[in-house]
């Protein structure tokens, strides 16, 4: 790892990013910082099918691509419908990177997941661990559809010599994050389970020792533009934030944060990897400035979206 190819030290001015999965989570979020690119999403492309992906690559003609398309969730709707999630990810991996090449594509930029790292490795780990051993069961099968695009970017790298680079972001939470609590995360679903408890007593999933990094949605998307114009190795770039919390704690802050009197417990039920944390040096080797947000502003942010779209939507369901 650390292997670089020779690219032109004069930077290109790039004329047209795209942006795949443009309408999800991060593709949202990503508009507010960088405007001027081209959001794509499942409603322009089928990027299931390899020859509609092709098509649709060589007609917008981009001279770079972030690539963010994915289905994602929460450890319940992992653990529920694991096939659905390996075989919409491993195509869509494999259809855009493909293609990209055959449309002659010369840079990439690929979002993987610490979901493609190893349950059992030696915590904090760092890049060098992604290949050290299987992914968490919990998700196993998103965790290897992840670590299949490491591979096939490197060996487009490695057979093709383009400048295709991936990094890895840790768990997401923020602004237009997904608050159903059938398939959301668990801090919109902690958030919404204490505002809507009014007193009673909540019951989690898992243990609440579990220790996660939670990265603030704004701070990725501060993070991609420069990663695109910087990030040019091999390495599978660690996005982490330096803080690190087990899921009890993030608990009682959603609590503090929601002004909430419920009392909460933990059932036990499918705790997920134990450890999830890592370092975030290559990160910093980048980009020497990066700040993060800490937890309590990113979560205060967090609920007051959701507090804002929810009497919106309130509002239009009176209206109608």
Known sequence: MGEKHKYREKKEKRIKVLVTGGT?????????????????????????????????????????????????????????????????????????????????????????????????????????????????????AYGFTKRALYVQIMAYRKQYGLDYSCFSPTNLYGPEDNFDPETSHFIPAALKKFREAKGEALEFWGTGDTIRQFLFIDDLCRAIPELLDKHHSDTPVIISPDETINIQEMASLCKEVVGSNSSFSFNGYLPGQFRKDAVNDELKKLLPSFEFTPYKDGLRATYEWYICSNEYIQRLQEEI
């Open 24 to 140: 999800g989570f991060v593709g949202e979020r990503l508009r507010l910082v960088k405007p001027d690119w081209v959001y794509m999403s499942s409603k322009d492309v089928n990027f299931i099918s390899y020859e509609d992906t092709l098509t649709f690559l060589e007609r917008e003609a981009p001279d770079a691509i972030v690539h963010l398309a994915a289905r994602v969730g929460g450890i319940q709707d992992n653990a529920k419908h694991p096939a659905d999630f390996y075989d919409a990810n491993i195509l869509i991996n494999t259809n855009v990177v493909r293609a990209s090449k055959a449309a002659g594509i010369k840079r990439l930029l690929a979002c993987l997941s610490t979901c493609a790292f190893p349950d059992e490795v030696e915590y904090p780990f760092d890049e060098s661990s992604i290949m050290s051993g299987p992914p968490a069961e919990t998700n196993l």
